[in-house]
């Protein structure tokens, strides 16, 4: 459509109406969940949805019509035969299913006795609270399930901007190139030992939240507990896109600890006295090569780019994580020492326990359990690393060591335009840690007793 219009082709006009028609036909399916949410209420309640429900059902007609009057425009326009108009394939089961609805509305609206108009427009409790849940289900819904559909790429030889036929269908083609190939099966293997690396990393580290909060509970001062927690907490609501713009600030080769230790250098003259001082013990000391080594490190211009090297990456990355996440992920363990019964203080006090024996008897029991499900949870995650961070912190240096699964999945689909082999890799991901989740699950179930899903 956008080579059409700068060819000429088609005129803003159509893009008008291609937009009201649309905006037509959303307000329309608004109207039609404001009206299906008021069935839940009284009567009085219930007939204002019905009307809502009927005008919606209707407006989306309308807006139907309107796309499909614009799309016979567009094919008997005088460029036809430089434009190809697909049309959409499911626009005659939509058709169909509103003149159903419409059937619907009219029964339902004819069949509602009439309610007094004095009566009062009231919901029951109970849905209320699931009304106020539906937005979050229909967010986990839309980024979480709906997503799946496009499992299907992965059995079609697809290139972007094409569609799926029988002509590009080549069944399971992906899944055994992924194996088969060799070049795909040694970034594989290096993919997932950074994956599993890193996950490793995190799963040996999980303690750390939870006696952070351990520790922030024991500080008797609220107004510094608060202020710790404050400071430990915001940093999860940063971007990592800014984590790294700070990191870069700080750590670049003109960044703030370069620059900070050069001024200091200069204003002090650093080289110039240990090479004075050393020179005093000249009798005792290899002036030469000491005073070599102070001119090397205090007498020139530091500007190492700390973000470069390679070493200890996969510590690093961990780090990171762990600064970012610190606070949030202690809330929780917070919250369950609070849900610890006070009185067992109160007794351990009395029988005269000290701090690290309550902490150890009874807050970190206290918390076990809490610590298992998270554990738990994190075993079934263990391929999931998030892509974020170490979409902004790759470098071609870096590359090899911080490319996890997530990130390799992106760069597939996005960097390379590879998007059944991405969807083949992403597939199987989530399939081996829905059965991940599960054999966590019985492990579970074996050591605690309980199932945690």
């Not at 009798?283 to 080594?293: L, P, Q």
């Amino acid at each position: 459509m956008g080579r059409a219009f700068d060819k000429g082709w088609l005129n803003e006009t159509y893009f008008i109406l291609m937009f009201i028609t649309s905006i037509i036909f959303l307000l329309g399916i608004i109207f039609v969940g404001i009206g299906v949410c008021m069935s839940l209420g009284n009567l009085r309640m219930k007939t204002v949805g019905n009307r809502s429900l009927f005008g919606g059902v209707l407006t989306m007609l309308a807006g139907m019509a309107g796309m499909f009057g614009l799309y016979q425009l567009i094919i008997n326009t005088m460029n036809a035969e430089k434009i190809t108009v697909y049309f959409p394939v499911g626009m005659p089961l939509y058709m169909i299913l509103t003149m159903l609805m419409v059937i619907l509305g009219v029964y339902i609206f004819v069949a509602t006795p009439k309610a007094d108009k004095s009566e009062k427009m009231e919901m029951e409790t109970k849905y209320k609270l699931f009304l106020m849940l539906m937005p979050f289900l229909a967010l986990v819904f839309a980024f979480s399930y709906l997503p799946l559909f496009s499992w299907r790429y992965a059995f079609f030889d697809y290139e972007a901007g094409g569609e799926l036929s029988k002509d590009n269908f080549v069944g399971f083609k992906w899944f055994l190139s992924l194996v088969q190939n060799p070049t795909y099966v040694k970034r594989i293997v290096r993919v997932l030992r950074n994956t599993l690396v890193m996950s490793g990393l995190g799963i040996a580290t999980s303690w750390v939240p939870m006696f952070f909060a351990i520790f922030l509970m024991e500080v008797k001062s609220v107004r510094f507990r608060k202020l710790v927690q404050l400071f430990t907490t915001v940093p999860n609501f940063i971007s990592w896109v800014m984590v790294y713009a700070i990191a870069f600030a700080i750590f670049q080769t003109d960044g703030f600890i370069n620059t900070f230790v050069n001024q200091i250098f200069d204003t002090f003259n650093v080289a110039e006295v240990l090479c004075a001082i050393v020179n005093n013990f000249s009798d005792i000391v290899n002036t030469e090569g000491a005073i070599g080594f102070i001119n090397k490190v205090f007498g020139t211009k530091w500007d190492t780019n700390y973000l470069m090297p390679t070493d200890f990456m996969w510590v690093k990355m961990l780090l990171w994580g762990i600064w970012k996440s610190l606070g949030w992920s202690a809330i929780i363990y917070i919250s369950s020492i609070a849900g610890i019964d006070q009185q067992l203080y109160e007794a351990a006090t009395v029988d005269g326990a000290g701090r690290f024996q309550k902490i150890r008897y009874i807050t970190l029991p206290g918390l076990l359990p809490t610590y298992v499900v998270m554990l738990v949870m994190s075993i079934a995650g263990i391929l999931s690393n998030g892509m974020d961070q170490y979409l902004v912190f790759a470098t071609p240096n870096n590359k090899k060591f911080i490319e996890v699964l997530d990130l390799y999945v992106y760069n597939l689909g996005i960097g390379s335009g590879d998007i059944p082999l991405s969807t083949v890799v992403g597939m199987t991901k989530s399939i081996v840690s829905v059965a991940l989740l599960f054999v966590a699950n019985k492990v579970s179930k074996a050591i605690r007793g309980e199932n945690v899903v």
